[in-house]
């Protein structure tokens, strides 16, 4: 049947035909595919930013997701891949449009993306809207395993809650008492100061100011003149990829370094100490992460990740890397058939993977559990200091997912 916008509608007995084969397909635990697809090369589909200010940690999460590919002989759960490109450019205007194009036109098995937290919610109300396989490698949106958790979503990387928060202690420890912010207004940098500013509150600190521009802008001299004229004791900020390189430059050529302290979540110098040099030693910051990680893991996958792409592997290779792993264990269990959502849900719900970031699990919601480090930058390294919070789960608020 056709409706009168031409719109093809199923009639009654198509609809119930189809409802019953649905319920004999759901009892036995999963849905056909074409006998072909299963031979087939697995299609990803990487929506990741390959221009604009996170470049570099769109071309990290995809070079780390192949070499683990590569380290599998190129195959995941016995498939071999074949990938698809989109540059969502850290647009969410696009997101939506990227995201269709991916699922409907491109027709991939799995959407692995993205970097920027707007452009994700797009992704993920189009993931959870045709129920496509989605694995974000990086923005922290929180409601993404929040209200918007779904089966079929999944992180590997953070919340924006979960680098944010431990640093509220560490800050308050460290004497601070009054406090600035400065970020990009959007989701991830107001998620992390409301993370950074609940538990530095609770402590009993107090916040002077919080400053905002736009993304992806960079005119921070204004905003560093107001820091400089408050005088807090310390600032917090979140600045990440290209951005980050110049906030961390413009804040040490304004004369602030050594008498008001810069801290952030450590966004802020990961992946961008090359180009940052002296302007950010010292520079404490709290991730999931940290390149001296003394594990066999993070040898390894940082050597691996240097012979590939001649390049310092840091956390947004980190996270790619592990989407790859968490794919990879979702289909062994089923043999790589995707058609078998079921089982390769639950086998990612209990996945325990051997992080280069240390042993990660996941949560109910999809979010990963990992440690929260403090790191200092010495000698060009995000060296590790201690634990700022071990095992930290998101508290998910609002998922209405169960285990
Ligand atoms: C985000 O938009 O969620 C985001 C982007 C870059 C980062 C971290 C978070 O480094």
Request: proline share 5%.
């Amino acid at each position: 049947m056709t409706d009168k916008r031409g719109i093809h509608t199923p009639n009654r007995r198509t609809l119930l035909k189809g409802a019953s084969a649905m319920a004999a397909f759901a009892a036995l635990g999963r849905f056909p595919t074409p006998a072909i697809a299963q031979g087939a090369p697995l299609r990803v589909g990487f929506m990741l930013p390959y221009s604009g200010t996170y470049t570099k940690l769109g071309k990290f999460i995809d070079d780390a997701f192949r070499l683990y590919v590569e380290q599998k002989g190129g195959r995941l759960g016995g498939r071999n891949v074949e990938f698809v490109q989109v540059d969502d450019e850290s647009e969410p205007a696009k997101a939506t449009d990227n995201m269709n194009r991916l699922v409907s036109r491109e027709k991939v098995d799995v959407v692995v993306g993205t970097v920027h937290s707007g452009v994700a919610m797009a992704m993920a109300k189009v993931a959870r809207d045709t129920n496509s396989m989605l694995i974000i490698p990086n923005a922290g949106a929180n409601a993404a395993t929040g209200p918007m958790c779904a089966p079929n979503i999944w992180r590997t990387s953070f919340s924006n809650w979960q680098p944010g928060f431990p640093m509220g202690k560490v800050m308050y420890d460290a004497g601070h008492r009054n406090v600035m912010t400065i970020t990009w207004r959007y989701a991830a940098g107001q998620e992390m100061v409301d993370a950074f500013k609940e538990n530095f509150t609770k402590a009993g600190g107090k916040i002077v100011e919080e400053l905002y521009l736009p993304f992806p802008q960079v005119e921070f001299q204004p905003l560093i003149t107001q820091i400089a004229t408050k005088k807090p004791d310390a600032v917090f900020s979140f600045f990440a990829g290209g951005g980050a390189v110049k906030f961390v430059k413009d804040y040490a050529a304004a004369g602030l370094k050594s008498s008001i302290p810069l801290y952030g979540t450590g966004f802020l110098t990961d992946g961008t100490l090359q180009a940052q040099g002296a302007d950010a030693e010292g520079i404490k910051t709290t991730l999931h992460y940290a390149d001296d990680l003394d594990n066999p893991a993070n040898k390894a996958f940082l050597a691996a990740f240097k012979k590939k792409t001649g390049q310092d592997g840091d956390v947004y290779a980190v996270q790619g890397y592990d989407a790859a792993a968490l794919l990879n264990i979702g289909l062994s269990a089923v043999g790589g058939d995707m058609a078998a959502r079921d089982k390769m849900i639950a086998a990612m719900r209990a996945a325990k993977i051997d992080s280069p970031r240390g042993p990660i699990s996941f949560s109910t919601a999809h979010n990963v559990v990992q440690n929260i480090y403090l790191r200092e930058v010495k000698g060009g390294l995000n060296r590790y200091v201690s634990i700022a919070h071990a095992a930290l789960a998101d508290p998910a608020r609002g998922c209405k997912l169960s285990s």
